[in-house]
């Protein structure tokens, strides 16, 4: 597609669920991240991948938390036992990087998570 | 550890005026700050960039002002429009090491018809 694709883009989910975000980025993008951006504040980082591999998972805030990209392009954020902290847009970006180099940062509209 | 600094947190202008916004950074190591805007319901978009090497930047209305000295860098819209009512946020990041931004805390830009 032309830009970074993200579904579903609203998720309401009661406080214990499990919920899975999708993001689909720019084709031939190396580099994938995801960004966790509560109410009237900036985007804080997650995690990041370089292909497949999950390079960087500092950003995660507990071990509820948990990101995959399994073949290189598609990635998902996994949050398990949902807390109502975890309200939030998640914002997933990509960019064509190589190792040494800075490409911008595309991102894409994000999902709406809300937990009641 | 808030590392990258933003402010003001809201702004009001009238069309045509200029509007500024300024950022502040504690870690020397970043070497590339890019601005992003993001309307409602969207993901940020980015608009203008900059690298320590210059003190200014400029992209039609947009100028990018860095004080290299100071850790400071700031937004500068020439001839605001009503259009460009967003929210901006400043970032950094450190190029060939770590990857991700780190962003402000962002300005509410409202510009006045």
């Known amino acids: 597609g032309a830009g970074v694709s993200q579904s579903p883009r609203y998720k309401v989910a009661k406080r214990g669920q499990d919920v899975a975000l999708r993001c689909d980025p720019i084709?031939?993008?190396?580099?994938l991240f995801w960004y966790q951006q509560a109410l009237g504040q900036g985007p804080e980082f997650l995690t990041y991948?370089?292909?497949?591999?999950?390079?960087?998972k500092s950003g995660l805030p507990s071990d509820r938390f948990f990101a995959e990209r399994p073949e290189g392009s598609v990635s998902t954020l996994k949050i398990q036992r949902t807390q109502q902290e975890d309200s939030a847009v998640y914002l997933c970006?990509?960019?064509?990087?190589?190792?040494?180099?800075?490409?911008?940062?595309?991102f894409g509209d994000g999902t709406r998570l809300s937990i009641l | 550890q808030q590392q990258v600094k933003q402010s003001p947190q809201s702004l009001i202008v009238q069309k045509g005026g200029i509007s500024i916004i300024n950022c502040a950074y504690e870690?020397?190591?970043?070497?590339?700050f890019p601005w992003y805007q993001q309307f409602p319901g969207k993901g940020p978009a980015l608009l203008i960039a900059i690298r320590p090497d210059v003190s200014e930047k400029k992209e039609g209305r947009f100028t990018i002002s860095f004080n290299k000295s100071a850790k400071q860098f700031s937004l500068h819209i020439m001839d605001s429009q009503p259009g460009d009512s967003a929210t901006y946020f400043c970032?950094?990041?450190?190029?060939?090491?770590?990857?991700?931004?780190?962003f402000g805390s962002g300005t509410q830009l409202t510009v006045l018809p």
């Open positions: 084709s031939g993008h190396v580099s």
């Open positions: 991948f370089q292909n497949e591999a999950q390079l960087d």
């Open positions: 970006a990509s960019s064509f990087s190589r190792t040494g180099s800075n490409r911008p940062q595309h």
């Open positions: 970032a950094a990041l450190i190029e060939g090491s770590a990857r991700q931004l780190t």
């Open positions: 870690n020397t190591a970043f070497d590339y």
